[in-house]
């Protein structure tokens, strides 16, 4: 495993980060199979762990903060948590607001069994709270020692420019990383972020990097159409409308169908082709992997050991830049505002 510098801090990060996503979740992995998806990782030589308070409700964080606790491992991972997502039916019980941040962070040092979170990060834009705002409170809760470092996921280039800018004139907490989807399919913030990012120091990681599992090669076009309404007890049948919504069209087969003969010939999976893309891509700092079984880590852990030939990565990159080239930019993506009169959450 290498590590890399999250952008000018001197945090030092795996190439690959654990996403947690899975853990604690109805369609995803067990207490037990988590715990066993953590050994495995952290014995690989991963140091980087995601999570949010939005996964699986919070119960993602409860399965890490146990594990941590029960191995005493909290000081070998640098652990990333979120926060912005509904935790409450209330108006103030979601976003980036001081009164919901305050709330949040508390919560989830809580489930997660620890005095602090290395990286702290804001889920999505909240338009309805000043950013001066929110990095005032970011910066309090540094000094409280709550955190370390603080980042954003699924922001715009200008935005995350505005945050920096603020930080520099009220000297408050800087962004240090952006965590957003990033993967051959969709490679849109490659148009603007990364470049940021590499001009001002600042961290990427890239979630979704097999595109729910279609650069796994696992799909195949002549499938049944998943229903999004349909829950098949199945973690790919249960995001069925974003594994549709996103990549389920002829072009993108197109595309994997191609990455797929170029593997066969080589000798090597699509899935390593796919991680290798996104690793070598300048400015990401890491990619976001996840986990429901222990033969998906395994699976990953394999891609992950053994590197395609440059020759074979500038054919990869190719058939990357053909079909960015006539993709238009899906960057950022979409996120459902709550209304202000509440979440409706139960």
Not at 95 to 106: C, F, K, P
Not at 122 to 151: F, N, S
Request: glycine share 10%.
């Amino acid at each position: 495993m290498q590590y890399r510098k999250l952008g000018r801090t001197g945090l030092k990060v795996s190439e690959m980060c654990l996403g947690s996503d899975n853990f604690g979740n109805p369609f995803g992995a067990t207490l037990e199979t988590s715990h066993r998806i953590l050994d495995r990782a952290l014995d690989f030589g991963v140091n980087f762990i995601d999570t949010a308070d939005q996964y699986a409700a919070g119960n993602s964080e409860t399965v890490i903060g146990e594990y941590l606790k029960k191995t005493g491992k909290r000081d070998d991972v640098v652990l990333a948590s979120k926060f912005w997502t509904a935790t409450g039916p209330g108006p103030n019980d979601y976003g980036t607001s001081r009164y919901h941040l305050m709330n949040a962070v508390d919560a989830s040092l809580e489930r997660l069994k620890t005095d602090h979170i290395d990286l702290y990060m804001l889920h999505a834009v909240d338009p309805t709270t000043p950013l001066e705002e929110t990095l005032e409170t970011l910066t309090d809760i540094r000094r409280a020692g709550k955190v370390r470092y603080v980042g954003v996921s699924n922001f715009p280039a200008w935005l995350l420019t505005e945050g920096l800018w603020i930080s520099d004139v009220k000297n408050l907490a800087r962004f240090d990383c952006i965590q957003s989807g990033y993967n051959l399919l969709r490679p849109g913030m490659a148009r603007d972020v990364l470049e940021l990012c590499v001009d001002q120091g600042i961290g990427a990681t890239a979630y979704s990097p097999m595109a729910s599992g279609m650069l796994t090669g696992k799909h195949n076009r002549s499938a049944e159409l998943p229903d999004a309404d349909t829950k098949f007890g199945d973690r790919d049948a249960s995001r069925g409308g974003t594994l549709v919504g996103r990549y389920w069209n002829e072009a993108m087969f197109d595309v994997v169908d191609e990455l797929g003969e170029l593997a066969a010939k080589s000798g090597h999976t699509t899935m390593r082709l796919a991680l290798q893309w996104v690793r070598e891509s300048p400015g990401i700092t890491s990619a976001i992997v996840g986990a429901r079984r222990e033969d998906h880590i395994e699976g990953i852990i394999d891609a992950w050991s053994e590197d395609a030939s440059p020759d074979v990565m500038a054919e990869v990159r190719r058939i990357a830049d053909e079909f960015a080239a006539k993709t238009p930019s899906d960057y950022p993506p979409p996120f459902a505002i709550p209304p202000l009169g509440g979440t409706g959450a139960a």
